[in-house]
């Protein structure tokens, strides 16, 4: 979570949507990483320690505050968490996608949403697919995001190519609603 008190801005920098890179941009404008606030709710990366990067909020901050977040389409999240752990013998299947969205609580405390922890006192929220465009009508003209932590094992291969369509079908099911809210559909390559 980055805080900008001169701005009264809050980015709520959800995983594998290029949270990084938008914070480093944010860092750039004067945000800082918030280590505590009192509303603030610290999720763990990946089962290890608290890291405040990824921290949410229990409230809103208040009146006058702006809270914006990012959140990417749901076949493209599986896709990179896969390519990104990179293990060798894992299969991208039902499963996996189960293990994702359920065995991270502390990411994805609703097993049939992603974003809902992120989105939910949220009065914006940017798309990862456009994120430079909607990141520029947020703030006002930045610098470019750069491309970090990139996920390695995708070759820049579409997403499209992990899924049959019982996978595709799977993950339309289960994050319905989401998937709606957010206008997603799946994209064929």
Do not use: C
């Not at 480093?24 to 280590?35: D, M, P």
């Not at 995001?145 to 019982?166: K, L």
Request: no cysteine; hydrophobic share 35%.
């Amino acid at each position: 979570m980055y805080i900008s008190d001169e701005r009264r801005m809050v980015y709520l920098a959800a995983p594998k949507t290029a949270s990084k890179a938008t914070a480093s941009v944010l860092r750039e404008r004067g945000f800082k990483l918030a280590k505590h606030l009192p509303n603030s709710h610290p999720v763990k990366v990946l089962g290890t320690k608290t890291h405040s990067h990824h921290q949410t909020l229990t409230e809103h901050p208040g009146e006058g505050w702006t809270v914006f977040t990012t959140v990417r389409n749901h076949w493209d999240t599986f896709v990179s968490w896969f390519t990104y752990q990179n293990k060798t013998g894992v299969q991208f299947d039902e499963a996996y996608i189960d293990r994702i969205a359920s065995g991270y609580p502390m990411y994805y405390p609703d097993d049939d949403k992603l974003w809902s922890q992120y989105t939910r006192f949220a009065d914006a929220v940017l798309r990862y697919e456009s994120l430079q465009e909607d990141f520029n009508r947020m703030l006002g003209r930045a610098t470019a995001i750069p491309r970090v932590n990139i996920s390695p094992g995708r070759g820049g291969r579409h997403y499209s190519v992990y899924y049959d369509d019982a996978l595709r079908l799977y993950v339309a099911e289960r994050f319905r609603e989401e998937i709606e809210d957010y206008g997603y559909h799946f994209e064929a390559a």
